[in-house]
């Protein structure tokens, strides 16, 4: 079994930042891709930045230049540093993992999930 455990939302003025970090944890070999996602009420789930094992990053073209994800293999931990958050990054964001418990299985998990909260 694998858990995904985030931290580092909460609530912040417009201009500020905050850093979030996902843990992954369990039965794990390997983890292929790690990356953030944050959804509002009444929307679609979107993708904010994804890492994959490479070392390529994927990032809405809302965050570009903002905000920055980053990954620490030995801590199996994913971050995501939010600079000059807008109350448009108002959301739940959600950690997300493409993880090899097994020689044969891949299999994807989310976290619960953290609000982030950006005032005007």
């Known amino acids: 079994q694998v858990h995904l455990v985030e931290s580092g939302g909460g609530l912040v003025q417009a201009g500020g930042s905050l850093r979030l970090s996902c843990a992954a944890s369990g039965s794990i070999i390997s983890i292929d891709a790690m990356g953030w996602y944050r959804q509002v009420p009444g929307k679609q789930r979107e993708l904010v930045a994804r890492l994959i094992s490479g070392g390529s990053a994927n990032y809405a073209n809302s965050v570009l230049g903002r905000f920055t994800i980053s990954r620490d293999n030995a801590k199996n931990t994913v971050y995501l540093q939010m600079n000059s958050l807008k109350p448009e990054d108002t959301a739940v964001y959600s950690c997300?993992?493409?993880?090899?418990?097994?020689?044969?299985?891949?299999?994807?998990?989310w976290g619960q999930g953290t609000q982030v909260t950006v005032s005007s």
């Open positions: 997300n993992a493409d993880i090899r418990s097994s020689y044969f299985t891949t299999t994807n998990y």
